[in-house]
């Protein structure tokens, strides 16, 4: 090869390497984690005593089925 040639092939290959490099680099933003050891605690229980009705705010059309 040329020597012009070598250099147009020299060139290629860096202005695609910072190519590759500028869009690997754009991925998405990393998100922190916080990490912990298991320990064990005690249940959780929740209950509730209330007089009345349950009323479903929305409703299933079910004519059609």
């Known amino acids: 090869m040329t020597r012009n040639r070598w250099l147009v092939v020299?060139?290629?290959?860096?202005?695609?390497?910072?190519?590759?490099l500028v869009v690997a680099r754009?991925?998405?933003?990393r998100v922190?984690?916080?990490?912990?050891?298991?320990?064990r605690q005690a249940r959780f229980r929740s209950?509730?005593?209330?007089?009345?009705?349950i009323v479903a705010m929305r409703y299933a059309d079910t004519a059609g089925a």
């Open 10 to 20: 020299v060139l290629a290959v860096v202005v695609l390497g910072g190519a590759f």
């Open 32 to 39: 922190t984690v916080d990490v912990g050891a298991v320990t």
């Open 47 to 53: 209950t509730v005593t209330a007089s009345g009705e």
């Open 26 to 29: 754009r991925g998405p933003a």
